[in-house]
């Protein structure tokens, strides 16, 4: 089965610098890479997602980048703010139905201003 | 429904008692997931109903654990002879259809069911 590794786990920077975490994943046949905000005592949230078909997605400050033939992505948070402080989760899914988003173990990410 | 319900919030009980948790999926969602959180730890998966397919049961931890979903709609999580190790937040999930390479299958989260095995 997939098997999703996330690294750092804690990473601490100052507002306004960046923040990079990444992922690798094990299934080769995945094809769909989702990233998760959770705030201390709230539900997860989908923040970006990218699929299998494009090597790069942007949405604001975020940007999410997969290499399908090195089997990892990556979240890049620009600028960052205090309000990014959060538990930051990537997923990956397989294409066979029937197959549920296997999570990393989380990155916490601390902004300080 | 707004979104993905979840019952109770929060729940207290007493080692080797039974509990019961309940998740309500966004109405018309045919997918719907189960994941248990630990304190500071990830998503751990538990198990995932699509449709009227068989569940894939893999990551539920031991026999204790099993969950049913009546109708394609509500699903019902339960521990039976919980264990300390079993205190955790249990999270449910759904989404329209299957993860894909297509659009609109975001999985959602419910607010998760909070539970203290002591």
């Known amino acids: 089965g997939e098997n999703v590794e996330q690294h750092p786990s804690t990473l601490s920077v100052q507002e306004g610098d960046s923040a990079v975490i990444k992922c690798t994943y094990s299934d080769s046949a995945s094809n769909y890479f989702p990233w998760y905000k959770q705030e201390l005592g709230k539900r997860p949230q989908l923040i970006i997602d990218i699929r299998s078909n494009v090597g790069e997605k942007k949405d604001q400050r975020i940007a999410v980048t997969l290499n399908k033939t090195a089997k990892h992505f990556s979240l890049h948070i620009t600028e960052t703010q205090p309000e990014d402080s959060a538990v930051y989760f990537c997923?990956?899914?397989?294409?066979?139905?029937?197959?549920?988003?296997?999570f990393g173990k989380g990155t916490t990410l601390s902004v300080s201003s | 429904g707004a979104g993905v319900s979840q019952s109770p919030s929060n729940k207290v009980t007493e080692k080797g008692k039974d509990v019961e948790l309940r998740c309500d999926p966004i109405s018309g969602h045919t997918a719907l997931y189960w994941y248990r959180q630990s304190l500071g730890q990830g998503l751990e998966f538990l198990i995932y109903f699509q449709g009227n397919s068989a569940p894939d049961k893999s990551g539920l931890p031991s026999d204790r654990f099993s969950a049913e979903r009546t109708g394609g709609s509500v699903s019902t999580l339960t521990i039976q002879r919980t264990q300390q190790e079993d205190s955790a937040v249990y999270l449910c999930a759904s989404s329209l259809d299957f993860p894909t390479g297509s659009s609109g299958n975001t999985i959602y989260f419910g607010e998760g069911s909070w539970l203290t095995v002591v």
């Open positions: 997923a990956a899914s397989p294409h066979q139905a029937g197959t549920a988003l296997i």
